[in-house]
């Protein structure tokens, strides 16, 4: 049972350009969280996903930010127009239901040129 | 809103040091409390978790306590090693936020040979 895939594992991207993170749950894991780690900054809760549906996206910015987790495939958090501002470790995490242990994949660092 | 503090930001020991984390939260309606390691550009380890109605959990050199009526947890390490150099971070997950985690800043530490 592989773990929580993210890929890529670093990504560069020019301001202005659109950034695509994609993260693969642990098999049989149908709850998928994207975590965002500023330089020298914490992890911040970004958004909460079950398949098909947004539950809760109370920590992702209102503009250029979206996620999905679609009924086949791996979740997306995309970045549309990236700034400078947007350069950061992206982290994905998965649980099998609520309340239960979240699994961090390794995580994705875009850096904006 | 819950706010998870870290103390201290930065710690280094000579090796073979017992040493004491400590993580401070606001709420105390948890679900459950983990602890983290983190090496330099890398993902997330799992190293701890204690649910609400537990008071400590132990892995090998590891021990980490729990007092909700306090707003505490430490993380214990025992006989440090240089090994054992990252940044930890404590996570809370609220009663009412699924698996959803906050996050303290970390602590990095350094154990010197």
């Known amino acids: 049972n592989a773990g929580v895939m993210q890929n890529p594992r670093h990504l560069v991207r020019r301001r202005g350009q659109e950034a695509r993170l994609r993260c693969s749950p642990m098999?049989?894991?149908?709850?998928v969280y994207w975590y965002r780690q500023l330089p020298e900054e914490g992890l911040k809760f970004m958004v909460y996903?079950?398949?098909?549906?947004?539950?809760?996206e109370s920590g992702m910015p209102k503009e250029r930010f979206s996620a999905e987790f679609p009924k086949e495939g791996p979740s997306i958090l995309r970045i549309q127009q990236v700034v400078r501002g947007d350069s950061a470790a992206y982290f994905c995490?998965?649980?099998?239901?609520?309340?239960?242990?979240?699994?961090f994949g390794q995580g994705t660092r875009l850096t904006v040129v | 809103k819950q706010e998870v503090t870290q103390i201290p930001a930065a710690l280094s020991v000579p090796e073979g040091e017992n040493l004491v984390l400590n993580c401070s939260f606001t709420?105390?309606?948890?679900?459950?409390l983990q602890w983290f390691r983190q090496d330099p550009g890398k993902g997330l380890t799992s190293l701890l978790l204690?649910?609400?109605?537990?008071r400590e959990q132990t892995s090998g050199r590891l021990n980490a306590s729990l007092d909700k009526s306090s707003g505490r947890s430490t993380l214990y390490i025992a006989a440090s090693q240089p090994g054992d150099s990252a940044t930890y971070l404590c996570?809370?997950?609220?009663?009412?936020?699924?698996?959803?985690?906050?996050f303290g800043e970390g602590t990095q530490l350094t154990v010197n040979p």
């Open positions: 995490a998965s649980s099998p239901r609520l309340n239960t242990e979240a699994f």
């Open positions: 098999k049989g894991h149908s709850h």
């Open positions: 996903l079950q398949k098909e549906n947004i539950i809760d």
């Open positions: 709420d105390s309606a948890i679900y459950n």
């Open positions: 204690i649910q609400s109605s537990q």
């Open positions: 996570a809370l997950a609220g009663e009412t936020s699924g698996s959803r985690l906050t």
